[in-house]
Structures are given as structure tokens and as C-alpha cells.
């Protein structure tokens, strides 16, 4: 059964194994064995695994994303930074400021230039040089 962000599966087992669920392993990933914590195992570099008990066994995978709550506080604080900047008319004062304009376009600029040259200029001198060096 998939509810929400858990996957909840019944297996009998004959012997204590290694149970192969086909999805792409993550380190979000939690997983309860008849109600006690185990480890998740990665399977074949990729795939989620869980070692499971002779018997019944109820299987409860748990995904919470990694970094999830320091991404949404960081979410709250920009929202809390936003609504003062435009309750209090701050905007405008920082987007007339001339200095932070200046600043601002420089690094616009210099982004561009970069991006544009590993982007286009160095894989064609990259295939320009491989015309005459072969290994």
C-alpha cells in the first residue's frame, strides 16, 4: 500500500533474508520491521533493501526528504525578510540605490561571460585541439 510517503508491505518469509524493493535508493529513506527500526540496505548500487524475520513480517518505508525542515525555515525567514521589505517601502530605496545597481550589473556581466565561454567557447577549442592530439 502506498499512503502519503510511506510504502507498507506484508511478507511472510520461510528464513531470515534480504527483501529487494525495486525503487531507487535515497538517503531519505526510513524503515520499520514489525515496528523496530532498521537499517536501510542499498542493493545493487541503486535499489532499497530491508533484512527481514522467519515469518509475518509488516514492512514500513518512511520517506522524508534530507534537509527538509532547514530548507523550510530558510523558506520562512525569506518570507518574513520579504514582507518587511515591502511593508516598510524598503524596496524602492534598494532598488534606487545607484551603488547596489552597479554592483549588481557587474555581476551580472561576469555570469554571462562565464556561462557563455564554458558553455560554447571551450568545448569548441576542446574539438579544435582534438584534431591534432591523439592519445
Known amino acids: ?3 502519503k510517503n510511506k510504502i507498507k508491505l506484508n511478507i511472510e518469509s520461510s528464513d531470515k533474508n ?11 529513506y526510513s ?4 515496528g523496530k527500526p532498521k537499517e536501510v540496505l542499498k542493493v545493487f548500487d541503486n535499489y532499497l533493501g530491508v533484512e527481514v524475520e522467519n515469518g509475518q513480517n509488516e514492512i514500513i ?3 522524508v526528504p ?8 530558510i523558506s520562512f525567514i525569506a518570507l518574513i525578510i520579504a514582507f518587511v521589505l515591502l511593508k516598510f517601502d ?7 540605490n545607484t551603488i547596489l545597481q552597479l554592483i549588481a550589473e557587474k555581476i551580472y ?3 554571462y561571460l562565464l556561462a557563455l565561454i564554458l558553455i560554447y ?4 577549442i576542446c574539438f579544435i585541439i582534438s584534431f591534432f592530439v591523439t592519445i
Do not use: D, H, Q, R
Open 121 to 124: 567557447i571551450v568545448p569548441t
Open 18 to 28: 534480504l527483501l529487494f524493493i525495486p525503487l531507487t535508493y535515497n538517503e531519505g
Open 66 to 73: 534530507p534537509k527538509i525542515k532547514t530548507s523550510a525555515i
Open 61 to 63: 518505508f518512511t520517506f
Open 31 to 34: 524503515v520499520k520491521v514489525n
Open 109 to 111: 556581466i561576469s555570469a
Open 90 to 96: 524598503f524596496i524602492t530605496k534598494l532598488i534606487n
Open 1 to 3: 500500500k502506498f499512503i
